[in-house]
């Protein structure tokens, strides 16, 4: 007998865990999406199938299943989010910074690291990296991309430097400190836009894992 549980709802629709003959897999469904949002949560959607196939080389982050207009099936990851296992061990940003880079050499910059939900801590202590519906793909790795990719790495070093601010190395302060061009127009011009649309019209807001702290730029 199939099992579905409802893992999350928010604007772009429904994240369910579902176990069917032995296999449990993760089903993102837009179906059930806000109606003013339901184009974007589609083309979000087919955004991450993309993505996912490209990685599909990639270990510790999940697998394309099935992709169709409304619906995403990948692989289920049993793992913790970042905020509920609270990685403490230096260890485990020492393998996410390689995973990333992993992510990096193909091609890819996931671009939402900021949330920590989107950390996996498996329990041998290595990590695993969730939800590409803002990744991009970029075959020639121009400056853009390089500059989206530091990004990715500065968001990381934050998450480190909440868990474990004693093994922050002076670069890696002074990465932190230094956010790039892009997400200096995004916090100065888009995001007060975008939250402004989200909480005040939309009345969603997003309040998971870095979001708490006040510690997304």
């Given at each position: 007998m199939a099992e579905n549980k409802l893992l999350k709802k928010d604007l772009f629709g429904e994240i369910r865990l579902v176990t069917a003959d032995g296999h449990t897999h993760i089903v993102r469904d837009s179906n059930n999406a806000n109606v003013w949002v339901r184009w974007l949560?589609?083309?979000m959607l087919q955004r991450e199938a993309r993505i996912l196939a490209v990685m599909i080389n990639v270990e510790a982050v999940p697998k394309l299943l099935a992709i169709d207009s409304d619906h995403l099936t990948r692989s289920y990851l049993p793992g913790s989010p970042m905020h509920i296992a609270r990685p403490t061990d230096l260890s485990y940003f020492k393998n996410a910074a390689k995973l990333l880079r992993t992510l990096h050499r193909t091609n890819v910059v996931h671009n939402d690291l900021a949330k920590e939900p989107n950390f996996l801590v498996f329990d041998d202590g290595s990590a695993g990296i969730l939800d590409f519906q803002l990744a991009w793909f970029a075959p020639r790795r121009g400056r853009l991309f390089r500059l989206l990719a530091y990004d990715d790495l500065r968001h990381l070093l934050k998450h480190k430097r909440y868990y474990c601010p004693d093994d922050l190395t002076a670069r890696e302060r002074a990465i932190?400190?230094?956010?790039?061009?892009?997400?200096?127009?995004w916090m100065r011009t888009v995001k007060p836009v975008y939250m402004f649309i989200t909480r005040r019209i939309l009345r969603w807001s997003d309040r998971e894992g870095a979001s708490d702290r006040g510690d997304q730029s």
């Open positions: 949560a589609r083309r932190v400190s230094r956010p790039s061009l892009p997400s200096k127009i």
